[in-house]
């Protein structure tokens, strides 16, 4: 006779769990305080800052996993470069790290993705991956007040069969944290409301302090944080180094906290 270890639980069971419980969160989520397009450091960071103060707060990812390069690193090696003051961060998630030379440090990226998700998740984020941003939901002033998303897979479906309609998300902020796509913003200048130069050469000096410097609300209800901010403005590319990605998405959720603060008067 075989030892029976688990409960008598059937697939009719685990699919009926899966169902409803992706459809409350989904349901739930429809109207957020926060909803953050991409799942890389700056937008996780964004995440984990928002939430741990009370913000309803959604990451929109387009991949079927989370921390975009944050993962591998540089050149599909696996270890991660922050330059001072980077580090400060790995600290407060608890990520150990080496000292490389003074000022550039160096850890294990899955190591240090694998914390930020986790300490985005603890502090209450909701995410949904395989969901590609589709278009912005434009209010009164032209402000931006949510996103129109789709199943990524449909985007790769051929043409003539993908007629599947997006649906909609509303929020009081949305956050392109896309990298040098700029999705949401490329929305916006799509409909003439802004203009994009395109990122420029790779200057890892200049471009993590610019990053950080020009993350912030570049129109009404949109932030934009990390590699996106180099897009909008033509600021230098960073390269395989991810201490303005982290520093970035914590100015990003400071900005937004000021935001909300304002609104809710």
């Known amino acids: 006779m075989e030892k029976k270890i688990f409960s008598d639980v059937g697939e009719k069971e685990v699919t009926r769990a899966i169902v409803e419980g992706f459809a409350k969160t989904f349901n739930e989520y429809v109207e957020s305080d926060v909803i953050i397009i991409g799942g890389g450091p700056s937008g996780l960071m964004a995440g984990r800052e928002l939430a741990s103060s009370g913000f309803k707060t959604l990451i929109v990812e387009r991949n079927n996993y989370l921390g975009g390069g944050f993962w591998i690193g540089g050149y599909l090696m696996n270890k991660v470069t922050v330059r001072a003051p980077g580090q400060e961060v790995l600290d407060e998630l608890g990520v150990p790290y080496e000292e490389v030379i003074e000022g550039l440090y160096m850890t294990d990226g899955p190591h240090a ?30 402000r931006v007040s949510g996103v129109v998303i789709n199943w990524t897979p449909v985007s790769a479906l051929p043409r003539e069969i993908t007629c599947v309609d997006p649906v909609a998300l509303e929020s009081k902020m949305v956050v392109d944290a896309t990298g040098h796509d700029a999705s949401v913003v490329s929305k916006l200048e799509e409909r003439g409301l802004i203009k994009t130069k395109g990122y420029g050469a790779m200057w890892v000096e200049k471009s993590e302090d610019l990053v950080v410097e020009y993350t912030g609300e570049v129109h009404p209800g949109l932030v934009v944080m990390g590699m996106a901010v180099s897009t909008l403005y033509g600021l230098p590319r960073m390269g395989p180094t991810f201490g303005a990605m982290l520093l970035s998405g914590k100015k990003g959720a400071e900005v937004i906290k000021e935001k909300m603060a304002v609104v809710s008067k």
């Open 113 to 142: 993705c694998s914390r930020l998700i986790a300490s985005a998740c603890d502090a209450g984020v909701k995410i949904i991956n395989m969901t590609k941003f589709d278009d912005i939901v434009i209010r009164e002033g032209n």
